[in-house]
């Protein structure tokens, strides 16, 4: 039984699987809100969380990464971003009941009220503050902080990995080269936060949680923060080992599982497979059907989509253009990470532009 | 008991410091915040939203206390701490081992650990409640570079103590930079730099040389992680907090609705 659950989990957990179903989770976390803000659902949830973390603590492979002192905070972000994910969406689905029936929202009638700092505020910092504290001593005094072997720059662990915090752009590295994946995108991901108050023009839901108000906003900031930066530190922490391949919580990390790679590019697919003959010298040629791919995607996509977008978010304002084209690009090299992962689940895909030549693979 | 206290706030001494006798009148409570440094970052009153722990989450008040936390567990830290690679990793053994109440590198891990977290659900309410929108929209982009330094805080001070797990983890994060367009030598368009057949980019000029002080992490980098550790990223974080909470009073305080 034990060891049937076990297998079932780590087949659950390989990255195709896991990064399908946490999708389709959260779509649907957010489309059914109605039930799944119930108080009893977070409950459950974190009943289930531990009964699951009880039984896989007595595995071996399973307790020797949990118990990791580095982490523990992996854990307790888990486990504070479940319930303020929950938190949020119940007020917000709350709010928006409140006000179909023309009610203020939660925070309406509190907005208004106002009380004295001195004690209200400075009563509940306190507090905060000394059980913050009292904690932190608590898991000081538990807890050693690690320490390894002194640093040797000949001898490389396997797996190397980055600081917890940035395995989400690790992970990113499995399906793209590191100016993209490691320079590229996280400068995209800061300017894109920066852009977001000047993009979005909707007044509505300033101060208070609400769904139905910000649908598209609210959805995209879970699928960008959960899905594809939460999700998939707890995939780098937990389940990538020895050269970065995939581990199920409950497997070996085998120095010598090597899953072989034969991902093949867009030019070798064209010339090679659909047209039977080499391919060109010439990099521009050859690299010809990719970059169309690309500049479709890029170009040809915020054209398509400028006339009934422009509708919806700026009511056909033209002067908003270029509020429209910045998200677009923003969102366009966001959705390149989905596809990319699904073209090489699907058919093997290397890269779409692949001029090593010039380090220019995309 | 009582009495003592009575009698201890007669004093002088007492009385230059506050400046208001106990804060239980509504004008004595305005007193208590205005006339004092530390609290005057308040305002004298707050929406009672501003006060909801279901609302706020607490996140952003308790970022900053971890911030302070780490402020002087670090500087604790600086006293036993010698950045060279000869010394790095053998200090921090020694706190481990002998130094009383050892317990300043743990609190100061678990506490950054801690302020990676926070940050990133203070965020994560802020945009929920559209918080980001007029007229707080540049507080906003004040707060996603603070974002960008609480991250960079954590990551240079991985490094310091000196062991596998440290440099093999900024190896990791460092390689990245290589491959930066233009400025890395293995970055794309870095090839197109050369005058005369001679590459401006090349391993020992790109922006990883910059960021290690040498072609792969080594002293050098243990000692410029360490000046922007304690140094450099501390003075702009501090500074930019200021301007963060500066603006939340002039924006109109903790948002609520319109």
């Given at each position: 039984m034990g060891d049937a659950i076990k297998n079932f989990v780590d087949w659950l957990t390989q990255p195709t699987l896991y990064f399908t179903l946490s999708t389709v989770a959260i779509l649907a976390i957010l489309k059914y809100r109605k039930y799944t803000t119930k108080i009893s659902v977070i409950i459950g949830t974190f009943v289930v969380g531990i009964a699951f973390l009880a039984f896989a603590w007595g595995d071996t492979n399973f307790n020797r990464i949990i118990t990791k002192p580095d982490n523990i905070p992996i854990i307790i972000l888990l486990a504070a971003v479940l319930y303020f994910s929950w938190l949020s969406l119940r007020r917000a689905y709350l709010n928006d009941e409140r006000m179909k029936q023309g009610m203020p929202p939660l925070e309406g009638d509190a907005g208004k009220q106002k009380v004295h700092t001195w004690p209200d505020l400075v009563y509940v910092e306190l507090i905060c503050l000394v059980l913050f504290t009292a904690f932190l001593l608590f898991w000081s005094i538990g807890v050693q902080a690690p320490i390894e072997e002194p640093a040797a720059t000949a001898r490389t662990p396997n797996p190397s990995k980055a600081p917890w915090y940035f395995l989400g752009l690790q992970e990113l590295l499995v399906y793209f080269d590191p100016w993209l994946a490691g320079v590229l995108l996280p400068t995209f991901i800061v300017v894109g936060l920066m852009a977001i108050p000047y993009i979005d023009k909707n007044p509505k839901g300033n101060g208070y949680y609400t769904f139905e108000e910000r649908a598209f906003s609210v959805t995209f900031y879970w699928v960008g923060f959960l899905l594809f930066w939460i999700s998939f530190i707890i995939l780098g922490t937990f389940l990538r080992g020895p050269n970065w391949s995939f581990f199920g919580p409950f497997e070996y990390w085998d120095l010598h599982k090597l899953a072989p790679e034969m991902n093949v590019d867009v030019s070798t697919y064209f010339w090679v497979k659909l047209l039977d003959m080499p391919r060109p010298a010439n990099i521009f040629l050859r690299e010809s059907p990719g970059l169309a791919l690309l500049g479709v995607w890029f170009f040809i996509i915020p054209k398509v989509l400028e006339r009934p977008i422009m509708a919806k978010l700026y009511d056909g304002d033209r002067s908003n253009l270029v509020r429209y084209h910045v998200m677009m690009h923003l969102l366009l090299w966001f959705g390149l990470i989905p596809v990319k992962m699904l073209l090489r689940w699907t058919v093997?895909?290397?890269?779409?532009?692949?001029i090593p030549e010039w380090f220019l693979n995309v | 008991m009582n009495k003592l206290f009575q009698a201890i706030r007669q004093t002088q001494i007492w009385k230059s410091i506050f400046r208001h006798s106990y804060p239980d009148t509504p004008r004595n409570r305005t007193l208590a915040v205005l006339s004092n440094f530390f609290l005057h970052l308040h305002p004298v009153k707050v929406r009672r939203s501003g006060i909801n722990l279901s609302y706020t989450w607490c996140m952003g008040g308790l970022t900053f206390f971890l911030f302070l936390v780490e402020t002087i567990t670090g500087l604790l830290l600086m006293f036993y701490y010698r950045p060279t690679a000869e010394y790095a990793y053998q200090d921090i053994f020694a706190l481990r081992e002998n130094v009383p109440l050892g317990l300043m590198r743990e609190a100061h891990r678990w506490a950054a650990h801690l302020m990676v977290i926070t940050v990133w659900l203070h965020m994560y309410r802020v945009f929920l409640t559209g918080s980001y929108k007029p007229p707080r929209e540049f507080n906003w982009n004040v707060g996603v570079i603070l974002l960008v330094l609480t991250l960079l805080l954590s990551f240079t001070g991985y490094l310091l103590p000196w062991d596998q797990l440290a440099v093999w983890a900024v190896t990791v994060g460092t390689n990245m930079a290589r491959a930066t367009p233009f400025l890395g030598h293995e970055g794309p368009g870095a090839a197109l730099l050369s005058i005369g057949g001679l590459d401006l980019v090349h391993a020992g000029s790109d922006v990883r040389f910059g960021l290690l002080a040498g072609r792969f992490v080594g002293e050098g980098t243990l000692l410029r992680f360490y000046v922007l550790h304690c140094v450099g990223f501390p003075l702009i974080a501090a500074t930019l907090m200021a301007i963060h909470f500066w603006r939340v009073r002039k924006d109109g305080g903790i948002s609520g609705p319109l």
């Open positions: 093997d895909l290397k890269y779409i532009v692949g | -």
